[in-house]
């Protein structure tokens, strides 16, 4: 499905940038950012998304629709993934060495996934990191798991040897393929954006999300809703029990230094309505 991207570039794609995309790397022109998710039911912090953005040198922060493509044809996804893994977990242990205990979740893109390295690499990751193999979440698309499902069932179940979850990214009641997805070993199902923007006009959508949350009980699946942006989506998400909420709504995406600031406030004021 088409999308806007959720923020403004600077420039349109050029030649150069695949050129440019094999020395971003090594300039460390990559960095993370961090969206946070709440527990619906609580109000508590629930953990992170990492989200990878290029520092471009002249076209400025460029947003991962605009590479990870190009990542993915050139097999640079290869690096950059285990960069992108690496530096998300050593974040999730410094905010855990820091009494923060919450997941910290990593996309997955479909090259990643089949590649043998990247059993390694989760693994290297979590061990440099220490940090806590339970805390770690891994996001797939439903594309990149329903393709071979006996072998995307054989590398998950691999990488859960690990300790780790594994989330469905995207996730559209109705349209998915819930029942194929569930001979999977999956822990989460995050709920896409557009579904959610749908929400509030639509009593077909709530239904689904109430059969959904119903049928992840007994599957003992937990259901994120993200791309939450106003309170009525909120309201009616917590109403349905759904687990956990991401967008704008709570924060966008923000640097570690931010979500520090952010989890600062949420110490102090965590009484309080959000
Ligand atoms: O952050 P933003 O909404 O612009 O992300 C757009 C898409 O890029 C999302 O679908 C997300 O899954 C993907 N993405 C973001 N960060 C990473 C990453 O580190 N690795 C991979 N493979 N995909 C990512
Ligand atoms: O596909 P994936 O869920 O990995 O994409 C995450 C992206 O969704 C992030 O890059 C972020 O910029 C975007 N996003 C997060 N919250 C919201 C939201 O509330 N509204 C919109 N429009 N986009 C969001
Ligand atoms: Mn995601």
């Known amino acids: 499905m088409a999308r806007e991207p959720a923020e403004p570039n600077a420039a349109d794609v050029t030649p150069d940038l695949a050129l440019e995309l094999a020395q971003a790397l090594v300039d460390e022109q990559f960095f993370l950012v961090y969206q946070p998710t709440i527990d619906l039911q609580t109000n508590a912090f629930a953990g992170v998304e990492a989200l990878i953005r290029w520092r471009h040198p002249r076209h400025g922060v460029l947003s991962p629709d605009r590479f990870i493509e190009e990542l993915e044809a050139s097999g640079q996804i290869g690096p950059v993934g285990r960069w992108a893994l690496s530096t998300a977990c050593a974040q999730g242990a410094a905010w855990h060495d820091r009494g923060y205990r919450f997941n910290v979740s990593v996309n997955v893109s479909p090259r990643q996934f089949e590649t ?3 059993f390694r690499d989760v693994a290297d990751a979590l061990s440099t990191s220490r940090f806590d193999p339970s805390l770690l979440v891994l996001e797939f698309a439903q594309a990149t798991l329903l393709g071979d499902r006996a072998q995307s069932t054989q590398r998950l179940e691999h990488l859960k040897t690990l300790g780790v979850r594994v989330a469905v990214d995207d996730f559209e009641p109705g349209t998915s393929a819930l029942d194929e997805l569930e001979e999977l070993p999956i ?5 896409d954006r557009e579904f959610i923007a749908g929400l509030s006009t639509s009593s077909e959508a709530t239904s689904l999300v109430h059969s959904l949350v119903k049928r992840s009980e007994t599957r003992h699946l937990q259901v994120i809703a993200s791309g939450i942006e106003d309170s009525e989506q909120r309201a009616q998400l917590k109403n349905e029990k759904v687990h956990v909420g991401q967008g704008y709504l709570f924060s966008k995406p923000h640097e ?7 989890l600062e406030d949420f110490a102090i004021f965590s009484g309080k309505p959000l």
């Open 256 to 262: 570690a230094e931010e979500i520090d600031r952010f």
């Open 187 to 191: 822990d989460i199902v995050k709920l």
């Open 116 to 118: 043998p390295d990247f």
